[in-house]
């Protein structure tokens, strides 16, 4: 009887939870878009502006660009709690590599930063000039960043010369591959699903659509919005054969992503309306859009197909700069710059959970142990040989990371001497050195497997 009784109560208990690794939201839809609720709240996690998030591939972590760098929270299945913290300049931009390996990050200065997602290290940084960075992302195959500048003639692309996907081992030797288009106006881009297919948006209402591997223009549209008016976000169906714009004009078209031709065009409810962000759920079957009026931020949610609104969410007291549904399409999470990040769905609230404490390691008694003979090591003062192979030549550059301006070419055999260093950049150790003849620059002291300056 007990035996039974036991039994009855284990599968009344796995009838009622979920299964393992199944997600505790219901994933959203036409049929239950009236629903949709707020489940969670991360306030301002600083005391400045937010401007952009994103979510992890996995859909486990919400990246946030900050004005100290870029913070990281978790998503637990009890809430949502804050992990890394890379700390660095404000950052204007931020997204995940493919993989989820990397986070690119952009800020005022022209700087594209790469860092390592999971220990927050600092893996490669490259150059726009000095000019504002709005946005930086991935290609689709992580293969490409993508970088925008606020003055900049075009979108610039960066990669591996070899055409491999960028990783923390390689992402050091990125390089400058081409320049898509020449206009100076630019405001957002997107890359199109499953493709290297790049679309960006001028601010006057030009679309052009770039083969970001060849460089060839495949595809372009004058919306004619007038010189009043101007895009504010692009997005693609997670099929990539729909394209959402919309303006400051207050309306959304849903444009064929092959033809660039309307499919359907969204007049807001309210004539006070202005449109900020837009994004489809993966699988197209909602659209939701982030607008502003005299009552702070909202966002309307759409079904695509007919353009029926099904519901209408509040919360915000002001703009909503980003907006993201999560890769599972279960969750919608959206940023105010003044306020915070809300998530929106149904199912289980999502509390902020208090941030663990690192345990300290109990402190040991050292054991005493005899001193080996070291070899020679590069110190401050000491003098190092550049000991490249294969006819390579060590770079030397103005600073400490692969952004700055290059000063010399250094031959294998080059005795230099150590003013400074290490520096750690980029990934890389870097050491301040002069050349024999007085040339002062800053030069890595091993590339992948090499050593590249060996004490002399």
């Known amino acids: 009887m007990i035996r039974l009784s036991c039994l009855f109560l284990t599968a009344l208990l796995l009838s009622v939870l979920p299964a393992f690794g199944q997600s505790p939201f219901e994933p959203l839809s036409a049929s239950n878009a009236e629903s949709i609720d707020e489940l969670g709240f991360i306030p301002r996690p600083t005391r400045n502006q937010m401007l952009d998030m994103a979510w992890s591939p996995d859909g486990t972590r919400l990246a946030l660009a900050v004005d100290t760098g870029v913070l990281v929270y978790d998503l637990l299945p009890t809430g949502t709690r804050r992990g890394l913290h890379i700390q660095q300049t404000w950052m204007r931009c931020v ?168 499919r359907l065009v969204l007049d807001m409810p309210d004539a006070e309306d202005v449109v900020y962000r837009v994004d489809f759920t993966p699988d197209g079957g909602l659209l939701a859009v982030a607008v502003r009026n005299s009552f702070g931020g909202k966002i309307y949610v759409f079904e695509p197909e007919n353009g029926a609104l099904l519901n209408a969410l509040t919360g915000h007291p002001d703009s909503i700069w980003a907006m993201a549904f999560n890769p599972a399409g279960d969750l919608l999470a959206s940023l105010a710059f003044n306020d915070g990040v809300r998530l929106w769905g149904i199912g289980q609230k999502l509390p902020v959970l208090p941030t663990a404490t690192p345990t300290r390691a109990p402190t040991t008694t050292p054991i005493p142990t005899l001193t080996p003979t070291t070899a020679p090591t590069l110190q401050v003062g000491g003098t190092a040989t550049v000991t490249t192979t294969g006819g390579d030549t060590l770079n030397m550059r103005n600073g400490a990371g692969r952004g700055y301006e290059l000063v010399a070419k250094l031959s294998a055999g080059t005795v230099v001497t150590l003013l400074e260093g290490p520096i750690e950049a980029d990934g890389l150790r870097w050491w301040r050195i002069r050349t024999p003849d007085g040339i002062e620059g800053w030069a890595v002291e091993q590339v992948d497997d090499e050593q590249t300056l060996t004490p002399a």
Not at 146 to 168: D, K, M, Q, Y
Request: charged share 20%.
């Open 95 to 262: 997204a995940f590599s493919p993989d989820g390996a990397l986070i690119v990050s952009c800020d005022s200065d022209g700087i594209v930063w790469l860092w390592d997602a999971q220990t927050g290290e600092r893996v490669a940084t490259f150059s726009l000039g000095n000019e504002i960075v709005e946005d930086a992302l991935f290609s689709p195959d992580g293969r490409l960043v993508a970088a925008l500048g606020l003055n900049t003639e075009g979108v610039e692309i960066w990669g591996l010369a070899s055409g491999a996907a960028i990783t923390r081992a390689n992402a050091y030797r990125i390089n400058r591959i081409r320049v898509l288009g020449d206009e100076t106006t630019w405001k957002h881009m997107a890359f199109r699903p499953g493709e290297n297919t790049l679309t960006y948006a001028t601010i006057y209402g030009k679309l052009r659509v770039w083969d970001a591997d060849t460089g060839a223009e495949i595809n372009a549209r004058e919306m004619n919005m007038g010189s009043d008016s101007y895009f504010n976000a692009l997005s693609y169906s997670g099929d990539g054969s729909l394209l959402a714009t919309l303006s400051n004009a207050g309306n959304v078209h849903i444009l064929d992503a092959n033809t660039m031709e309307d």
